[in-house]
């Protein structure tokens, strides 16, 4: 089946580092990809998207480009911030109508001053 | 985009009561609400799809007499944990799709459920 694996956490920076969060999905149909964000205590909001190959999404410094060749999406940030960190989950989405989700495990990230 | 809320937030319950949980979308109207569960460390796995004014569409493996899920209207979807179990402790997510909102989910903040 549909499956998206992202690296294990927590991650921890220092303020101003550079953040790669790896992700790689099942090379199966031609899914749309996401990154979603949950700040403590809130929902899952998402980040930025990408919805065929060679797509790049970006968003707040952040950005991912999709990659059929190598099945990935990595998430990649040039200097992060004490207000970064969160819980990222990668997903891949398909479907008309109702339309399906299928999450990584989400990987934490502390960024510390 | 559209404001999700969940209540309550948190829940203790003792073995064999049953639990409702409430999603609301308190801007939008939604054709269609998700039900997410998380457990610890794990990712989050899609129980059911609900779509207002018909039955839920459940996940292979989920017990659709024990996870009540009603859409009674446009904004409210509610989950019901019925005779609930301490393996039925885990994070409940609800998430909802706008009308025409294609391919964007708007999420609640989830609600934890601990049973003892």
């Known amino acids: 089946g549909n499956s998206v694996t992202q690296m294990e956490g927590p991650v921890t920076l220092s303020e101003e580092a550079f953040l790669t969060i790896n992700c790689t999905y099942t090379a199966t149909g031609y899914p749309s990809l996401f990154w979603y964000v949950q700040y403590p205590g809130e929902g899952l909001q998402l980040l930025l998207k990408?919805?065929?190959?060679?797509d790049k999404g970006s968003n707040k410094g952040f950005e991912a480009t999709y990659r059929k060749e190598t099945t990935s999406f990595h998430l990649e940030k040039g200097s992060v911030q004490v207000s970064d960190s969160a819980v990222y989950f990668c997903?891949?989405?398909?479907?008309?109508?109702?339309?399906?989700?299928?999450f990584g495990k989400g990987t934490k990230l502390s960024v510390i001053p | 985009g559209a404001v999700v809320s969940q209540h309550p937030s948190w829940v203790i319950c003792k073995s064999g009561t049953s639990v409702k949980i409430e999603c609301r979308s308190l801007?939008?109207?939604?054709?269609?609400m998700f039900w997410y569960r998380q457990f610890p460390k794990q990712s989050l796995m899609l129980m059911a799809t609900s779509n207002e004014g018909s039955k839920a569409t459940y996940e292979q493996g989920v017990e659709k007499d024990k996870f009540l899920i009603n859409h009674a209207s446009l904004t409210l979807s509610t989950l019901t944990v019925t005779s609930a179990h301490p393996e039925d402790s885990s994070f409940y997510i609800c998430?909802?799709?706008?009308?025409?909102?294609?391919?964007?989910?708007?999420f609640g903040p989830g609600t934890r459920l601990t049973v003892l």
């Open positions: 801007d939008f109207q939604a054709t269609t």
């Open positions: 998430s909802l799709q706008l009308a025409g909102g294609k391919d964007t989910q708007y």
């Open positions: 990408a919805t065929k190959a060679d």
């Open positions: 997903a891949r989405g398909e479907g008309a109508g109702s339309y399906q989700l299928t």
